[in-house]
């Protein structure tokens, strides 16, 4: 695995002294000993754990941790009174690839403070434990046939409040199979010309959604799709509504029959969407890329192993990776379908046509991937398994100590990466 590791210890730096000018709460912090957090299997990682009010180490603290694989019944659990606010413990080691985690936690006033470090041991070793059933590009290639006969019939509707002096906004929607449609928040440069396209997939949750108008304004066109077939525009409330009822749990679905899953429709959904990308008179014919994190992240891999139209990939920390890890004693990705039902023959079967895994070994085009190793959403463990199938062009940014979240230089990294790229082939394919 080839690893771009940033340390990110000056954005961390700012964030504690923003944190002491407005709060006395407690931080507990936990690291590895090895730098990069990365470990021969045998050797062992030592965990230090240290409390801090103010920046200042906390004395005479009872700390109770946990160590073991991530989301698994913990290896080790116990307690230490921290003398002097730090305390080293051995971690131990794995003999297998796998990530093993230190949680520390300490209690005040009724508040429980947490915090962990994660260590990795040989993840470029990291093999997934799903397996691709042997009509699972059949059963994707005849949705997609069962797609293309359907007509998008675009309904288009100008967002003024949205647009800029540069940007035209817009909210449309077209057809998607099984008689749903597909929303999605559109942005398209008002200046005359051919553009690359952007399709942004977004990551779990019921929400509305913005055309992006800063991306678009540098020369891009971009479709930003919402997946539960409702308007991106509502006000807050309908959707609140939708999550915590007709919507809440939608990632488990019908998740024992494939063919009528939650995401088969959310996947073809993708698909719709640049279908509909690719037939704006703006777009260039030829640039394409697919972006996302999370549920996001998934579907753009996804989205990317099905169409041959993309051409390049932003992958941020994605789930649905490795589903099947928790048979075979070990994390599986979001949505832990396996750890929330009972793993019938049915459910096994459903997950590996959704699985990140097979769709990753499609993939023949350029990459970018992105992850932490305390990841608790989408563990480390089931990303690797993905990443480490793909044969094609690919290149990873990690950063260490983050969790299920975006930090500003590893979206200026992955930008960078992606948007350089669509405007490259778009400038060389136009001047060639």
């Known amino acids: ?168 906004a817009y909210e449309v929607s077209i057809q998607n199979i099984d008689g749903t449609l597909i929303y999605a928040a559109v942005a398209v440069p008002k200046k005359k010309g051919k553009y690359p396209g952007i399709l942004m997939v977004p990551g779990a949750g019921v929400r509305p959604y913005n055309p992006d108008v800063s991306t678009a304004a540098k020369g891009f066109i971009v479709v930003k799709m919402g997946i539960h077939g409702i308007p991106v525009t509502m006000a807050q409330e309908n959707y609140t509504e939708l999550a915590k009822g007709d919507l809440y749990g939608y990632p488990t679905f019908n998740s024992n029959d494939r063919d009528k899953y939650y995401f088969k429709r959310v996947i073809i959904g993708c698909i719709r969407a640049l279908d509909y990308l690719t037939s704006l008179p703006e777009y260039d014919g030829e640039t394409l890329g697919v972006t996302g994190g999370s549920q996001g992240g998934a579907l753009t891999i996804i989205t990317a192993a099905l169409d041959k139209r993309v051409k390049y990939l932003a992958s941020y920390f994605p789930g649905l990776c490795d589903l099947t890890g928790p048979l075979h004693d070990r994390t599986g990705g979001w949505p832990h379908t396996l750890e929330k039902e009972t793993p019938t023959p049915e459910l096994i079967q459903t997950t590996r046509y959704y699985d990140v895994v097979n769709f990753a070994k499609l993939l023949t085009i350029p990459g970018m991937y992105t992850w932490g190793f305390n990841d608790e959403t989408c563990p480390p463990t089931s990303i690797s398994a993905a990443y480490n199938s793909i044969t094609a062009p690919k290149d990873v940014f990690i950063i260490k100590e983050a969790g299920h979240a975006y930090f500003p230089q590893q979206r200026k990294i992955m930008n960078n990466w992606f948007q350089g790229k669509l405007k490259t082939s778009h400038y060389t394919s136009h001047i060639n």
Not at 41 to 50: D, L, M, P, V, W
Not at 132 to 152: G, H, N, R, T, Y
Request: aromatic content about 8%; some cysteine.
């Open 1 to 168: 695995m080839k690893i771009v590791n940033l340390l990110i210890l000056a954005v961390f730096s700012s964030f504690c002294v923003f944190a002491q000018d407005k709060t006395t709460e407690l931080t507990v912090e936990v690291t590895a000993d090895h730098p990069d957090w990365v470990y021969q299997r045998g050797e062992n990682a030592n965990f230090t754990i240290q409390v801090k009010e103010d920046g200042e180490p906390v004395e005479d603290v009872l700390v109770k941790y946990q160590i073991g694989l991530e989301r698994m019944t913990p290896s080790v659990e116990d307690s230490v009174q921290l003398s002097a606010g730090v305390h080293q413990i051995d971690g131990g080691t794995l003999n297998e690839p796998g990530f093993l985690r230190c949680i520390a936690t300490v209690e005040r006033d009724g508040k429980v403070y947490r915090g962990l470090a994660t260590a990795a041991f040989e993840p470029e070793a990291i093999e997934p434990t799903t397996t691709m059933p042997e009509d699972f590009e059949v059963f994707w290639d005849s949705l997609k046939m069962e797609a293309k006969k359907i007509p998008l019939n675009p309904n288009v509707r100008l967002l003024e409040d949205k647009s800029t002096e540069e940007v035209n």
